[in-house]
């Protein structure tokens, strides 16, 4: 048969990173197998489930570069098996409830929340495990319409076999559970509001599904939707693979209270989709060496669900900000600067010339100018951008931290305080000398001259006469930066250009007159 793999969302939230990675092995094992990899909405849950929710999930797996051969695309559908949103499937499932409750394999529980918790705790005073006793199965038709003509509410419960149930699991082996323990489950609150275990078996079969690639946290489940199929007559002969859990820094399972762990939470910070994928792919599984570094093809080539770990992965996300650094500093400079845009525009240091309508950046955009300086209202392109960007790719881990690292360079003035240009206890006449020996150095480099390798050259023939070099380099990246931390002067100066360099070592002798 044809591999098929499936991911399957609630809507319920964002895609979060758990999620995602889930997604990323399922894509894998069918792109490595040349299946199909189909993407079902699980929406069944009216209250909590939101279209912006779903949008989110599918919108990430794009960005991520997972694309599907069946599910959802946009309002309509890709492939021959849907609808692939279950809220719209819940004819096909009345049809398969409707089979169980005729040929006696469910039925309708009666019991009243107050009931099932005295029930529950009387097994737990005896030492025993909790589960529905099945006193509803006996129900007669005649008090089963009783009920129903008292308005009392009702589920349907699976009858569960009391037996040990085994399988294979592709990353745990051999998996055995006692069903005796279980008691018979919850399938559906009515006809027309099935629950998860039933609806992922009659989605799967429907679908074609031959491997179910899932967290370990779904383990549980695997044996009572066998029972279903066994129940409904599907052949089983699905696969199944469940991945270890990815853990916290304090070991404990992934969750919110670890903090905001959705894909675009990521996104919007600034790390690259390329990078994310390498880091959740290592995330419980490894290629058999030291290689930390893959593309999304390369996973494809070398992805194979026997090298995925049975014990838990930690998200580490210093390791996640080392691979997006390593990604960053390959990427061509002027790239970079196109990526770098949406982040500067945020922090409202540029804003968007002509009508507003986002512009593509080309050889003639970039002589016109397409951003302004939201402060000075001055035009700059896609070389001055990038100039900046270079100055700081090597250190970059994310690209949202260019706003910080990089915006003196989008203000008129910098806001600092007169104790930053001194060095090591330089007094105010010091500091004042060697301001207005740097402005009478850079005033005499003509304009065709102005480089990086010139400034330094002038600059440092002057400073090495003066026994401690940042006597003069100190203030001058002061008050070129207002910062105590940035990229070389020489290289700021090269970026901001004479005229700007010139002004903002005239506002510093200001401040120490």
Not at 34 to 57: H, Q, Y
Not at 102 to 107: G, L, Q, T, V
Not at 112 to 141: F, I, M, N, V
Not at 274 to 295: C, H, K, Q
Request: charge should be neutral; glycine fraction near 8%.
């Amino acid at each position: 048969m044809k591999v098929r793999t499936r991911f399957a969302p609630s809507p319920t939230g964002p895609l979060h990173m758990g999620n995602a990675r889930t997604a990323l092995f399922s894509w894998l094992f069918a792109r490595k197998e040349r299946g199909d990899f189909i993407v079902r909405v699980e929406d069944t849950d009216k209250e909590r489930s939101r279209p912006e929710w779903e949008k989110d999930v599918l919108s990430n797996l794009e960005w991520l570069g997972l694309d599907w051969n069946e599910g959802p695309a946009g309002a309509e559908d890709k492939g021959s098996s849907g609808p692939y949103r279950q809220s719209q499937r819940t004819g096909i499932y009345k049809e398969y409830l409707e089979r169980l409750l005729s040929e006696k394999k469910a039925y309708w529980c009666f019991c009243t929340q107050d009931e099932l918790e005295a029930q529950r705790q009387d097994q737990a005073s005896r030492g025993e495990t909790p589960r529905y006793s099945g006193r509803c199965k006996t129900l007669s038709q005649e008090e089963q319409k009783q009920n129903k003509k008292a308005g009392n509410s009702a589920v349907i419960r699976f009858v569960v076999e009391p037996k040990k149930v085994v399988f294979k699991d592709l990353i745990r082996g051999e998996v055995v559970f006692d069903m005796a323990l279980s008691g018979d489950i919850v399938i559906a609150k009515d006809l027309k509001t099935p629950l998860y275990n039933f609806t992922v078996v009659v989605d799967d079969y429907l679908m074609r599904i031959t491997h179910v690639i899932r967290g370990e946290d779904h383990i549980s489940n695997t044996p009572k939707q066998l029972l279903l199929q066994g129940a409904l007559g599907f052949p089983q002969n699905i696969q199944y693979a469940h991945l270890p859990l990815i853990l916290g820094p304090d070991k404990t399972k992934l969750s919110k209270r670890h903090g905001d762990n959705s894909v675009t939470r990521f996104k919007k910070q600034g790390y690259l989709p390329e990078a994310i994928v390498n880091f959740l792919a290592l995330l419980g599984w490894n290629p058999g060496d030291e290689r930390e570094i893959f593309s999304l093809q390369g996973l494809v080539k070398e992805f194979s669900l026997d090298r995925v770990q049975k014990g838990n992965a930690v998200f580490n996300l210093r390791r996640l900000e080392w691979i997006n650094g390593y990604y960053l500093r390959r990427m061509d400079k002027k790239a970079l600067a196109r990526m770098a845009v949406p982040y500067l525009k945020e922090a409202g240091l540029l804003e968007q010339n002509g009508n507003g309508e986002e512009q593509k950046f080309s050889l003639k955009i970039q002589k016109s100018q397409p951003y302004t300086i939201q402060e000075t209202g001055e035009g700059i392109d896609l070389e001055f951008l990038a100039g900046i960007v270079g100055l700081y790719q090597e250190r970059l881990k994310k690209l949202s931290e260019l706003v910080e690292l990089a915006d003196f360079f989008f203000k008129k003035e910098l806001n600092y305080e007169e104790e930053l240009l001194s060095w090591k206890g330089m007094g105010e006449q010091e500091i004042r000398e060697s301001l207005q020996k740097v402005k009478e150095l850079l005033s005499g480099i003509l304009e065709g001259e102005w480089n990086k390798e010139r400034i330094e050259q002038v600059l440092m023939k002057e400073a090495e006469t003066m026994g401690d070099k940042g006597k003069l380099l100190w203030p001058l990246r002061a008050a070129l930066t207002g910062k105590e931390a940035s990229a070389g002067p020489f290289e700021v100066a090269f970026v901001l250009g004479k005229e700007k360099t010139l002004s903002r070592i005239e506002q510093a002798i200001s401040k120490v007159q």
